[in-house]
């Protein structure tokens, strides 16, 4: 019985180098941004992180649209971090 699709393995191994040049490219494009000064948006997540003491109250205690969790997430790890 004949196989069906393409059974060549460079066929297959090309959306996976695709996806890796994309996001080398995107990471390239980002780097050079975190090295500039913080934005109003960065310098308000800041300050409404400063009464958070857990990372549940990320989610439970902010209730602003700047409250972006993942970014809020990271400032509070990197914060516990620098202490």
């Known amino acids: 019985m004949p196989r069906l699709g393409n059974t060549n393995p460079s066929s297959r191994l090309a959306p996976a180098i695709t996806i890796a040049l994309i996001l080398i490219a995107a990471i390239a494009i980002r780097i050079p941004g975190l090295f500039t000064d913080l934005w109003i948006d960065e310098i308000w997540a800041l300050e409404l992180l400063k009464p958070v ?31």
């Open 53 to 83: 003491k857990t990372f549940s109250e990320i989610f439970t205690a902010i209730h602003f649209d700047t409250n972006h969790w993942l970014y809020s997430l990271y400032r509070f790890g990197l914060q516990l971090t620098l202490l």
